[in-house]
C-alpha cells in the first residue's frame, strides 16, 4: 500500500519502537519511507505519539555499545521531539493493555503500546511487527507492507 494512501485521515501517528530506530540510524532499507514520514511530523503535517516502551527498546542498544550520542539522538527525539507528544503509562493504560494481552495474546511490551495509542486519541499505530495487525481497535501500519 503506498505511504500517502496508508496514512490519510491519520493526524496523530503512534510510532513504535522500529519505524524510531530505523529513522534514527539512518537504516537503508526503510531510510526513504521513514524519511517521508518523519518529514511530515517535521512540518507538522502529523502528529507524532511515543511512549516510554518505545524509548526503553530504542535505548538498550546504545547501552550495550556505550553509543552515549544515540542514546542522546533517541531521547531528543522521543521525549522532546518537534510534533511528537511522549505520554506517560497510567493505570488505566495498564488495565486495557491488559485487556488487550488477554484478547490478542500480545506481548506485554506490544499491549501497552497499543494501549498507549488508544489513550493517546492516535489514528494509526506505526510498526514493523506484523503481530500487531491481530489488532482491531485502530490501524496497524506495518512498514514491511507499505511503499513511496
Known amino acids: 500500500m503506498k505511504i500517502a494512501v496508508a496514512l490519510q485521515g491519520v493526524s496523530r501517528l503512534f510510532l513504535d519502537t522500529a519505524p524510531v530506530v530505523y529513522h534514527v540510524e539512518s537504516n ?24 516510554p516502551i518505545t ?15 544515540a542514546q542522546q539522538d533517541f531521547t531528543d527525539l522521543i521525549v522532546a521531539g518537534p510534533n511528537v507528544t511522549f505520554v506517560n503509562l497510567n493505570e488505566s493504560m495498564a488495565r486495557q493493555a ?24 492516535c489514528d494509526a499505530l506505526l510498526t514493523n511487527d506484523l503481530g500487531l495487525k491481530r489488532v482491531t481497535e485502530l490501524p496497524i501500519l506495518v512498514l514491511d507492507e507499505l511503499e513511496l
Not at 519511507?33 to 511530515?40: A, R, T, Y
Not at 488487550?100 to 494501549?115: E, H, K, P, T
Open 55 to 69: 524509548l526503553a527498546e530504542c535505548l538498550v542498544m546504545p547501552i550495550r555499545l556505550g553509543l552515549t550520542q
Open 28 to 51: 537503508a532499507a526503510y531510510k526513504p519511507l521513514v524519511d517521508s514520514i518523519f518529514n511530515q511530523i517535521d512540518a507538522g503535517t502529523i502528529h507524532a505519539v511515543t511512549s
Open 98 to 121: 491488559a485487556e488487550l494481552r488477554a484478547r490478542y495474546n500480545l506481548g506485554l511490551a506490544d499491549s501497552f503500546q497499543v494501549a498507549s495509542a488508544l489513550a493517546a486519541g
